[in-house]
């Protein structure tokens, strides 16, 4: 049930029809954003290469706010396939996705435009390259078990974020996300203006750090290499 200070409730999705829904729809603030679960008879979808997983290639249902099952025939669904499959016309808003998923593969949502919001749970450890580049996904909160994110898997955010500590990933107090280990300065959010120091003791910067920034000059220290 909604607690009060969440800003998204999963709707199950035998409920997300009729008069239920207009009472669920009138109950809540305009802020509060409703996932419905997607269906299996909506999803396509592969078994892993090592057949311990589900992989999923596309969503063929018209709910704007999504979220996905845990399981898919008594499988757990660990990945979202490379080039997944939306209809452009469905206009899919938000991705709620479950903590069963581990990895979302290169380019998977890549120029998918009515995409604005995505939520991640614990348990993701993979971001691959381009993953959601030419949404309008503006602001991103990583989970502390990522272990690996791919430069350019977002572009254009204006504020990144980190679920609590994590051991790879740390973002300063300029906002900008950097890999802990050798300091390489990932990505600067686009609304970051003016001036923007790199911190010394970084050792590289990224493909794609500042595309879309606003910045007027960079200070990069002697440890760039």
Excluded: H
Aim: contains cysteine; hydrophobic residues 35%.
């Amino acid at each position: 049930g909604y607690l009060g200070d969440q800003d998204y409730i999963v709707v199950p999705r035998e409920f997300k029809e009729g008069t239920w829904r207009r009472a669920v729809d009138n109950q809540f603030p305009d802020d509060v954003d409703l996932y419905t679960c997607a269906d299996e008879s909506q999803l396509s979808y592969d078994e892993t290469e090592d057949g311990t997983g589900i992989s999923l290639n596309g969503y063929l249902g018209r709910e704007k706010w999504i979220t996905f099952p845990e399981k898919i025939e008594g499988l757990p669904v660990v990945a979202i396939a490379s080039d997944f499959y939306m209809d452009v016309d469905a206009e899919v808003a938000g991705i709620l996705f479950p903590g069963s998923v581990e990895r979302i593969e290169a380019e998977a949502f890549k120029d998918y435009y009515s995409l604005k919001k995505v939520i991640f749970q614990e348990g993701l450890k993979s971001i691959d390259k381009e993953a959601f580049s030419g949404t309008w996904v503006k602001e991103v909160t990583l989970p502390s078990t990522l272990e690996y994110y791919c430069p350019g898997a977002f572009v254009g955010v204006r504020k990144i974020g980190i679920n609590g500590k994590s051991d790879i990933y740390e973002v300063d107090d300029q906002g900008a996300l950097y890999r802990t280990r050798n300091m390489v300065l990932l990505l600067v959010p686009a609304t970051n203006t003016g001036e923007f120091t790199i911190p010394d003791g970084s050792e590289a910067v990224a493909a794609f750090a500042f595309q879309d920034s606003q910045l007027t000059s960079v200070t990069v220290p002697g440890s760039v290499k």
